[in-house]
T-cell receptor
C-alpha cells in the first residue's frame, strides 16, 4: 500500500515570503498527486494536482514539484498572504485509484 | 456551479444507534467518495461510488456502508455507533472518478456519546 509522510507538521512564514510544504511517499508506482487546503471548520479545498509524467505544474501563486527519484512532493506558495493560513494536505494515488493523505501541515502566516 | 453539499452539518448520536449522512455531488459528477477525518488518524478513505456501484473500499468495518442513487446523490450509513466513530465525515465528488480532481463538501461533524 501507500504511505505518506510529512516533513513538518507546522510552518510559520512572514507575510510576503514564499512557503514550501513537503510530502514524502513510499510507493514508486504512485501516479497521481494532489494538494488540498483546509481552513478551520471547512472541507478540504482543491489547490493543484500533478500526474507522474510531469515534474512541475504551476497555478495561481502555487507550484507543485514532483521528484519521483526520491519520492518527494512539494507545494510552493509565492508571496504568502494571511488568507493562506490553513492546514495543507497532500494526497497520493496509485493503481488502487484511491487517495492516501498525509497528516497535514499547519501553515501560519505572520504579519 | 454549486459545490458539494452535505447534510446534516452536525449530528449527535448515542452509542449503539445508527446514522445516515447525505451527500449531493457537483452537477455532472458521477463519482462520490467518502472519507473519515479524525485528529489521530487524519483523512481516511471509506469508499467510492460511481454510477451507483461501489468501485473501491477502504479498510473500515462492515458497519460502514453506503449507496448511490441514479441522480448521483450518495448516502453513508454507520450502524451500531461506537465512541470512536466520532469524526468529521467528508464526501468528495469527481467528474472523472477515482482519485482524480476530487472536490470536497463541508463535512458532517458526528459526535457519538
Amino acid at each position: 500500500g501507500e504511505s505518506v509522510g510529512l516533513h513538518l507538521p507546522t510552518l510559520s512564514v512572514q507575510e510576503g515570503d514564499n512557503s514550501i510544504i513537503n510530502c514524502a511517499y513510499s510507493n514508486s508506482a504512485s501516479d497521481y498527486f494532489i494538494w488540498y487546503k483546509q481552513e478551520s471548520g471547512k472541507g478540504p479545498q482543491f489547490i493543484i494536482d500533478i500526474r507522474s509524467n510531469m515534474d512541475k505544474r504551476q497555478g495561481q501563486r502555487v507550484t507543485v514539484l514532483l521528484n519521483k527519484t526520491v519520492k518527494h512532493l512539494s507545494l510552493q506558495i509565492a508571496a504568502t498572504q494571511p488568507g493562506d493560513s490553513a492546514v495543507y494536505f497532500c494526497g497520493i494515488s496509485g493503481s488502487a485509484r484511491q487517495l492516501t493523505f498525509g497528516s497535514g501541515t499547519q501553515l501560519t502566516v505572520l504579519p | 456551479k454549486a459545490g458539494v453539499t452535505q447534510t446534516p452539518r452536525y449530528l449527535i448520536k448515542t452509542r449503539g444507534q445508527q446514522v445516515t449522512l447525505s451527500c449531493s455531488p457537483i452537477s455532472g459528477h458521477r463519482s462520490v467518495s467518502w472519507y473519515q477525518q479524525t485528529p489521530g488518524q487524519g483523512l481516511q478513505f471509506l469508499f467510492e461510488y460511481f454510477s451507483e456501484t461501489q468501485r473501491n473500499k477502504g479498510n473500515f468495518p462492515g458497519r460502514f456502508s453506503g449507496r448511490q442513487f441514479s441522480n448521483s446523490r450518495s448516502e453513508m450509513n454507520v450502524s451500531t455507533l461506537e465512541l470512536g466513530d466520532s469524526a468529521l465525515y467528508l464526501c468528495a465528488s469527481s467528474l472523472y472518478g477515482g482519485a482524480i480532481e476530487q472536490y470536497f463538501g463541508p463535512g458532517t461533524r458526528l459526535t457519538v456519546t
